[in-house]
């Protein structure tokens, strides 16, 4: 089984910039894909990025030239950097594992966008 912990959330200035990490431990061996959700107050979760093993990289529209994701395969990182920060991107981001042993979430980590 993989555990995934994110750490980087806050408040920030729309148009600020962010980075958020995500760190694997158990059997990374076993994650063939990571990715970052969000869902924010009443909203269904949403993908927002996801980097396959082989390195792939797709976003959802709305964040698409703003945020970048990453992995740091030697130390089991990943990573979304948020650049261009909007209100409404203001949510809780979840870093998502797809592992041979099925889906990994982490516990969340908040994210607000405000003056």
């Known amino acids: 089984q993989v555990q995934l912990a994110e750490s980087g959330g806050g408040l920030v200035q729309p148009g600020g910039s962010l980075t958020l990490s995500c760190e694997a431990s158990g059997s990374f061996a076993s994650i063939t894909a990571m990715a970052w959700y969000r869902q924010a107050p009443g909203q269904q979760r949403e993908l927002v990025a996801i980097?396959?093993?082989?390195?792939?990289?797709n976003y959802v529209d709305a964040v698409k030239g703003r945020f970048t994701i990453s992995r740091d395969y030697g130390r089991n990182m990943a990573y979304l950097h948020m650049n261009s920060l909007k209100p409404e991107d203001t949510a809780v981001y979840y870093c998502?594992?797809?592992?041979?042993?099925?889906?990994?979430w982490g516990q969340g980590t908040q994210v607000t966008v405000s003056s």
């Open positions: 998502h594992a797809r592992t041979t042993w099925g889906p990994s």
């Open positions: 980097i396959d093993g082989g390195g792939p990289t």
